[in-house]
């Protein structure tokens, strides 16, 4: 359940000289908005002069996924049809993106299942029986069997699970083959079957313009020691941001280390795009301006609100990771490496981009349940840390959409609640060693390599489905370059001071003592306020 911007819309935006049908700018008449703050809603009355950004329109998704499939299987980019590769006795590995994608999870079928069992069938036809799945998990926790059910789907997962379908394992020290190096000295290191495979295929699920591409292979089949020369705080000073791969060193790193796989291996890449439909059925209404909420959309509003201000969080947290969107697949590219990948940021720039005129004082935004890394957990205090100086503040192509020292203000509970299987190492990130500094360089060199060499925080990666030793330290730096832009970051509804505090933030019991806050800090009366209606997802591509 989407909005459809209407006619008279579009005359008042023009009116009000909106850049786009996107972006709104409050009168004193306003509806409050609606902000989503970790597994609650907020009803908010901004001030006048608030510009509004809310996320585009889906696009059409394809009229037959499987035929759309076939046919980039078939007419595939930069060289020959799959079916061409393929002959009989060859070995045969075929990567897939983890749970971390697509956010909430996908109705069933998840496209990679739909992409599964088009290749399957296709490698059966020609006489290729030595094919194995695996699933790209890099260093996040590996997936359990009911979640490689979902994203596989049923029959892929009855036919393969689990002596030919399992989840990479970076800490196996004789599944990883080093097969080369970046021009920058970058080491090169895979998944041993990956790399002595006739083909490898990698389908990927390309949420945003942060994923796919060169970053498929060279980071979600490798280890610690291939991830480091990208994940470290020197090189997230180097991206601006993460969503525009040109201008992300992140990106350039990996470009690196997928030319080097790309010499070594015959790799068929195949990538896929959703649409942002992200919410329907009974939470349609997260997908629509406050102004065009229908008498329905304020009684479902009023409905849930109320039935979670009545549920223990427990209760709230399964009601919403049992969620699954309803994403529709906008397109599919097969071969190699750049051109597919070129075609696949056409299509999620054309998603996700929104043409926005100047930059902001003041920043609010709410922190919603989710992130890449809690799917099916708890979104602690370090990941509500790496969705607003990470994520939300990398949303944006051309200059960040908030002012260099602006303020932050996020909308979220902020409680010291960590997964005990899913984020040990975390715990121990978050309450030994941030008190003590926030200096990424200073973590990295004095504490990094002990977490990641710990025998227990390997042997809980390897077996019960937590994070890597030394995922929290990526966690810290991927904040890196929000932290040093933004000059203050204030967090609503906190329930946690000290967790606040460890992170360096201030808190405020509302929105309206936030932006006192703000406009105290700014030594500005009134300051540009810029309210980021997330979710779904969107990107600003800003102008000064």
Same mark, same amino acid.
């Given at each position: 359940?989407?909005?459809t911007?209407?006619?008279r819309d579009?005359?008042k935006?023009r009116e ?8 709104l700018t409050?009168d ?5 908005r609606?902000i989503q703050s970790g597994?609650?809603?907020l @009803?908010?009355? &901004?001030?006048?002069?608030t510009? /509004?950004?809310y996320?585009?329109? #889906? %696009?059409a $998704? ?6 759309a499939?076939r ?5 595939p980019e930069g ?7 393929? @002959?009989?006795? &060859?070995k045969?590995?075929?990567a /897939?993106?983890d749970?971390?994608? #697509? %956010?909430? $999870?996908?109705?069933?079928p998840?496209v ?5 069992e088009v ?10 029986d ?6 790209a998990?890099?260093?996040?926790r ?6 490689i ?5 049923p029959?892929?997962?009855r036919?393969?699970?689990p ?5 990479h394992?970076?800490?196996?020290p ?8 970046g021009?920058?000295?970058?080491p090169?290191i895979i998944n041993r079957?990956?790399?002595e495979s006739?083909l ?12 796919g591409?060169h ?26 941001s ?6 992300s060193?992140?990106?350039?790193s990996c470009?690196?280390?997928g030319?080097v796989?790309?010499q ?5 890449h ?5 649409n ?5 059925d009974a939470?349609?209404?997260l ?13 479902a509003?009023w409905g ?12 709230k947290?399964a ?6 969107a309803?994403?529709?697949l906008t397109?599919?590219?097969?071969g190699k490496?750049?051109?597919?990948h070129?075609k696949?940021?056409?299509r ?17 935004s ?8 809690n799917?099916?957990?708890i ?10 100086n ?12 908030i002012r260099?020292?602006g303020v932050?203000?996020i909308?979220?509970p902020?409680y ?7 984020h040990?190492?975390y715990i ?7 008190p003590?500094?926030?200096?990424s ?27 890597h030793?030394a995922?929290p330290?990526?966690?810290?730096y991927w904040g ?9 970051t204030i967090?609503v ?7 606040a ?7 405020a ?6 932006l006192a ?5 700014l ?7 810029t ?8 990107i ?5």
């Amino acid at each position: 359940m989407t909005t459809t911007v209407s006619t008279r819309d579009r005359e008042k935006a023009r009116e009000r000289g909106r850049e786009s049908p996107c972006v709104l700018t409050l009168d004193r008449r306003s509806a409050p908005r609606i902000i989503q703050s970790g597994e609650d809603f907020l @009803r908010v009355k &901004m001030p006048e002069g608030t510009r /509004v950004i809310y996320p585009p329109e #889906p %696009l059409a $998704p394809v009229p037959n996924a499987e035929a759309a499939i076939r046919h980039a299987l078939n007419h595939p980019e930069g060289c020959e049809p799959l079916h061409a590769k393929l @002959r009989p006795g &060859m070995k045969v590995t075929i990567a /897939v993106d983890d749970l971390s994608l #697509p %956010l909430p $999870p996908m109705r069933a079928p998840d496209v990679r299942q739909q992409v599964l069992e088009v290749v399957l069938q296709m490698l059966a036809q020609h006489g290729v029986d030595d094919v194995e799945v695996i699933i790209a998990v890099a260093l996040h926790r590996h997936m359990t069997a009911d979640e490689i059910r979902h994203a596989v789907g049923p029959k892929v997962f009855r036919e393969l699970y689990p002596k030919r379908l399992y989840n990479h394992d970076a800490e196996d020290p004789k599944g990883m083959k080093k097969i080369g190096e970046g021009a920058h000295g970058e080491p090169v290191i895979i998944n041993r079957r990956a790399a002595e495979s006739d083909l490898l295929i990698y389908v990927n699920l390309n949420l945003v313009p942060m994923d796919g591409g060169h970053k498929s292979v060279g980071v979600g089949l490798t280890n610690y020691e291939g991830l480091k020369p990208h994940h470290n705080p020197d090189m997230m000073l180097e991206c601006w941001s993460y969503m525009d791969p040109a201008k992300s060193g992140m990106h350039r790193s990996c470009e690196r280390i997928g030319r080097v796989v790309n010499q070594a291996l015959d790799v068929f890449h195949i990538e896929t795009t959703i649409n942002n439909h992200m919410y329907g059925d009974a939470l349609g209404f997260l997908a629509k301006r406050e102004e065009d909420f229908s008498t329905y959309d304020e009684w479902a509003f009023w409905g849930i609100q109320r039935a979670l201000e009545r549920l223990p969080r427990a209760a709230k947290r399964a009601f919403f990771h049992a969620y699954r969107a309803p994403f529709g697949l906008t397109g599919v590219t097969a071969g190699k490496t750049d051109p597919v990948h070129a075609k696949t940021l056409e299509r999620c720039f054309k998603q996700y981009a929104i043409p926005v005129r100047g930059q902001c004082d003041v920043l609010v935004s709410g922190v919603p349940y989710l992130s890449p890394y809690n799917v099916n957990s708890i979104l602690n205090p370090l990941l509500v840390q790496v969705m607003a100086n990470g994520y939300w503040f990398n949303m944006y192509r051309g200059v960040p959409i908030i002012r260099q020292g602006g303020v932050q203000i996020i909308c979220h509970p902020l409680y010291d609640d960590f997964h005990p299987q899913h984020h040990p190492s975390y715990i121990e990130f978050f309450h030994r060693l941030l008190p003590e500094t926030h200096d990424s360089r200073r973590l990295r060199h004095h504490h990094e390599e002990a977490f990641a060499r710990d025998p227990a925080y390997i042997h809980l990666y390897r077996n019960e489905y937590a994070y890597h030793g030394a995922h929290p330290f990526y966690m810290w730096y991927w904040g890196e370059q929000g932290r040093k832009h933004i000059g203050k970051t204030i967090v609503v509804g906190c329930e946690s001071p000290r967790a606040a505090e460890i992170l360096g933030w201030e808190t405020a019991e509302s929105v309206d003592d936030a932006l006192a806050m703000a406009a105290s800090h700014l030594g500005k009366p009134s300051p540009e306020v810029t309210l980021m209606h997330w979710p779904p997802l969107f990107i600003t591509d800003v102008t000064a």
